[in-house]
T-cell receptor, first 117, second 112 residues
């Protein structure tokens, strides 16, 4: 299993500013994933953060808006830049772990609830 | 990654068995079926994963017919604490790098 800590758990930010969300995992992992969950919606993958290389972004998400750092195998940050009210969402960090010879299971942090005013 | 379709919402009562069906007509040979549970203000939590036939763990059972175009998550004797959103995901966990594509999910409401 994996334990993921995210900081901050919530924040209220002014439009036009930026917020950096931190994600710490209790074990070394090759890839970390960042998701967004808008109010009342499902999760949408923003990007995959690989250690030692640039993040891979999904369609509709760009590095200028959501820069990601991955300095080592246990840590990543996601920055939400130049925020607008439309960025108000829960942002979640995730890793995947293979459980023995069977299940491949994803573990999620508690999320960061961002409100942009 | 195969697209999934599941009911938007379901209601149940405590003590009942709940079956949530997910359609995935375009499932590929290497795809597995995985279900996650999400409570409000929490990240999703893994429930069960299977490839074919039936899988059972301490939480739920997963039934997968021979054609694998659908699957059913079965929750025995639900309680109020099972009220959550349940997501069905289909994909190859070994070759898609661990990224997950979530569908809309099924919001289960358990009433006393």
């Amino acid at each position: 299993s994996a334990v993921i800590s995210q900081k901050p758990s919530r924040d209220i930010c002014q439009r036009g500013t930026s917020l950096t969300i931190q994600c710490q995992v209790d074990s070394q992992v090759t890839m970390m994933f960042w998701y967004r969950q808008q109010p009342g919606q499902s999760l949408t993958l923003i990007a995959t953060a690989n250690q030692g290389s640039e993040a891979t972004y999904e369609s509709g998400f760009v590095i200028d808006k959501f820069p990601i750092s991955r300095p080592n195998l246990t840590f990543s940050t996601l920055t939400v830049s130049n925020m607008s009210p439309e960025d108000s969402s829960i942002y979640l960090c995730s890793v995947t772990s293979r459980q023995g010879s069977q299940n491949t299971e994803a573990f999620f942090g508690q999320g960061t609830r961002l409100t942009v005013v | 990654l195969a697209k999934t379709t599941q009911p938007v919402s379901m209601d149940s009562y405590e003590g009942q068995e709940v079956n949530i069906t997910c359609s995935h007509n375009n499932i590929a040979t290497n795809d597995y079926i995985t279900w996650y549970q999400q409570f409000p203000s929490q990240g999703p939590r893994f429930i069960i994963q299977g490839y074919k036939t039936k899988v059972t763990n301490e939480v739920a059972s997963l039934f997968i017919p021979a054609d694998r175009k659908s699957s059913t998550l079965s929750l025995p004797r639900v309680s109020l604490s099972d009220t959550a959103v349940y997501y069905c995901l289909v994909g190859d966990p070994y070759n898609q790098g661990g990224k997950l594509i979530f569908g809309q999910g099924t919001e289960l409401s358990v009433k006393p």
